[in-house]
């Protein structure tokens, strides 16, 4: 696919990687492991074989459901931009606390 970026993953037993977004889509094909997806707040869990797609805007997360690695192959499209690729959650919250705090 042209523009598009791809890497392989892991995560430790106690790996997690908390709700964000971004301006792309991507895919995740499990290879090894059990990773609990959260995909604009519905969980799944995945496990080799499975595949799942985050849309661009999709808010998703992922947290390593096993007791060993979890490994997946991630791809992306278009290719993320070299800025601002992530917008975390807990970025917006405390965002959103703090203004109110203002108020």
Known sequence: MPGAAGVACWYASDGVIGTHDHPFEESYLIIEGVAEATLDGERYRL???DLAWAGTGCVHGFVNAGQGLSRWLETQAPQPPSRHSYRCTR??????L????GS
């Open 47 to 49: 496990e080799p074989g």
């Open 91 to 96: 970025d917006w919250e405390y965002l959103r």
């Open 98 to 101: 703090a203004l109110e705090e």
